[in-house]
């Protein structure tokens, strides 16, 4: 029979060699995953270098629509400035505060003025409806009437100067001489 001290060691490397076998075998696994982690890696710095060139070149971009846009807007303030209304509507704010400084009497001298103005608008349009009442009463029937009895005279005076003109030109054919040569002899 074999001794207990024999068996016992039969027993632990038993055990040592499945440890050993385990150890490798987990080894094995961890190389596999570190292979796997580098390559995630390196696909993560792919994604990270093409979303900082993607980055650069959309603040490129952004730069490049803020100065077009800057640009049209200086464009656009000098257009709206060329404009001749506006320089009108300019010229008269500069003579309101010309006004007001001039007068300062009376702080509803604006006012006042404005309240003329829009009467003389409407006096002016009254005036532009008397004329046109009085275009519209020399368009009347009985006015008309004249007139169209001064037209039938001149057309009967055309009519009788036709008439005439006809017999002169019938007198002026060579048979109508010939018939009055023979009516004479």
């Given at each position: 029979m074999k001794s207990p001290a024999i068996r016992n060691g039969i027993k632990r490397l038993l055990l040592s060699a499945m440890l050993l076998v385990g150890l490798q075998a987990m080894a094995k696994n961890l190389k596999e995953d570190l292979v796997n982690v580098e390559k995630d890696i390196a696909s993560e710095t792919k994604k990270l270098t093409a979303a900082k060139s993607h980055e650069k070149n959309s603040k490129a971009n952004y730069d490049k629509a803020a100065k077009e846009l800057e640009a049209a807007e200086k464009v656009l303030a000098t257009a709206k400035a060329n404009k001749p209304g506006k320089q009108k509507?300019?010229?008269?704010?500069?003579?309101?505060?010309?006004?007001?400084?001039?007068?300062?009497?009376?702080?509803?001298?604006?006012?006042?003025?404005?309240?003329?103005?829009?009467?003389?608008?409407?006096l002016i349009e009254v005036a532009d409806g008397k004329e046109a009442e009085k275009k519209e009463k020399a368009k009347?029937?009985?006015?008309?009437?004249k007139e169209k009895k001064s037209d039938k005279t001149a057309k009967k005076g055309d009519a009788k100067k036709?008439?005439?003109?006809?017999?002169?030109?019938?007198?002026?054919?060579?048979?109508?001489?010939?018939?009055?040569?023979?009516?004479?002899?």
């Open positions: 509507k300019k010229k008269k704010k500069t003579d309101k505060s010309k006004k007001k400084t001039s007068f300062n009497i009376n702080p509803n001298m604006d006012r006042f003025q404005e309240e003329v103005s829009f009467y003389n608008l409407n009347k029937p009985g006015k008309q009437k036709a008439e005439v003109a006809k017999k002169d030109d019938k007198a002026k054919k060579p048979g109508k001489a010939k018939k009055d040569k023979k009516k004479s002899d």
